[in-house]
């Protein structure tokens, strides 16, 4: 028995979904069947949305979820008709938070992601640009401009994260692999030394970087359990030596290491 | 005159963030000053953050504004005594889920970025490796695999966009540049014409893209505004020839244009 949910939205739905499934989350064992419709910006979109609200819930012979942040009053009433549980966010959250802020609501539309939002664009697509170009240590020189250096063990989550970092706040996130030839002195490597404050370490349990390993290069040395053994014991070592902050990505996604990054090193959030 | 905002969560806070500054995007009068403050999941971290909210409240004369997405009744309950607004996203919406439901919530902090999230989580790095791989048509020979080719001038947004599809969607897409050697036959390029099926194409305002090519590479050829007028209107050509879907990315962010490239395309959003 599965229940259709539906995030809906007048611009990319991506904050429908982010709220819809971080209160979804608390039913573990309801099977919820998704289904998000971006841009619902006029009537006739919204009418037809209402066939399709009504047809799920003929369907499921049970009434669908609705996440809704449609910002115009008249596009929401339209939806309101159909036969769904309704979680309105604008009609819920606007009108207290109006009498609160002593303002009238823009009613504008599609804001939160777009590319006029508070001039950072620009800022988070040149981080991504520099995340490319300062990725896996190909590039040392422009260690002056980053906000951060990222450094651990090859697959150790290195670039997802520096991608990460600059999509989502703009951060200029450089890094580089530490490899064999860098652990012999249990130092630093010499590259990184006049950085140091800008460097975050990340390590990760060897079982699992042997597993994403393998995917890479299966049946390696590279990949063995006694290589990924030694490389993150000698990393974790030269860490705690060199008192360099640092942490194991193993349990966490891309959005929790970069958050606890970010806690950690003091870094601002640009949105 | 400043507002402070304070985004709390016991997670990352990016749903805090996300509601909160898609509420906020509706007052463009009102300079808010935003503060996150994401794992707030204990008794002792919940106080310091009364304390601050309160401090804020003091030093604005008057209160802040406070997105709450705490999953925890206890935590929330501390936090409700701050003197601030509160916008209490769980407390408001999770009874009456609960009921709609006939279900109870299971309390469980910080599910909605984990990596336990629906098993979804591997197959989005995955598709990062994927675009890193497969950038800037540096190898043709995985298009089978690919979800998605996007193809365009040098510098239309191929590659941001190729990086947030597999980041926050689990798309794998490849990207394929087309320069002046593919536009002599106003014919698609040879490598592509297999894989027609899985092809967008990005294009962009000449203007446009003239500055974002200064920026890279000043004062040449490659960057000059009788260039890109060339190339971006060749291009658009052959995309209308080969009856190529296509975009205009200048006015949109790479969240927007995400978005419009999977409704466009019909593929699914992994979460």
Redesign the interface.
């Known amino acids: 028995m599965k229940?259709t949910v539906f995030f809906i939205s007048d611009?990319?739905?991506?904050?429908a979904?982010?709220?819809g499934?971080?209160?979804l989350?608390?039913?573990?064992?309801?099977e919820f069947e998704?289904v998000?419709v971006?841009?619902v910006d006029d009537q006739e979109r919204a009418e037809a949305l209402v066939d399709r609200i009504n047809k799920a819930s003929r369907e499921d012979g049970m009434r669908p979820?609705v996440f809704d942040?449609i910002?115009k009053k008249d596009i929401r009433a339209i939806i309101s008709e159909a036969d769904g549980?309704m979680?309105d966010?604008?009609g819920?959250?606007?009108d207290?938070?109006e009498q609160?802020?002593q303002?009238s609501?823009?009613?504008?539309v599609?804001?939160?992601?777009?590319?006029n939002?508070e001039g950072n664009?620009e800022k988070?697509?040149h981080a991504?640009n520099f995340a490319?170009d300062n990725?896996d240590g190909a590039r040392t020189r422009h260690y002056d401009e980053a906000d951060l250096i990222l450094v651990g063990a090859s697959r150790s989550g290195k670039?997802?994260t520096c991608?990460?970092l600059a999509?989502?706040y703009g951060v200029k996130a450089a890094n580089y692999p530490i490899t064999e030839d860098d652990l012999d002195d249990q130092q630093l490597p010499e590259v990184l030394r006049s950085h140091r404050e800008k460097i975050f370490g990340l390590t990760i349990d060897p079982e699992r970087l042997a597993v994403i390993r393998n995917e890479r290069r299966p049946n390696s040395r590279y990949s063995s359990i006694k290589q990924c053994m030694h490389e993150v014991e000698e990393i974790e070592t030269m860490y705690r030596r060199e008192r360099i902050p640092f942490m194991n990505t193993t349990?966490?996604?891309?959005?929790?290491i970069?958050?606890?990054i970010m806690?950690s090193t003091g870094l601002k959030?640009l949105?």
Not at 11 to 15: A, D, F, Q, W
Not at 25 to 30: G, H
Not at 110 to 115: E, P, T
Not at 251 to 256: D, K, L, R, T
């Open positions: 229940r611009g990319t739905g991506l904050t979904e982010a709220l499934n971080s209160l989350a608390q039913f573990e064992k309801i998704r998000t971006p841009y979820l942040t910002v549980f979680v966010i604008f819920t959250f606007l207290p938070l609160e802020l303002a609501s823009s009613y504008t599609g804001k939160s992601h777009s590319i939002n664009y988070r697509i991504v490319l990725d670039t997802p991608l990460y999509l989502q349990a966490y996604s891309v959005e929790e970069s958050t606890r806690v959030r949105r």
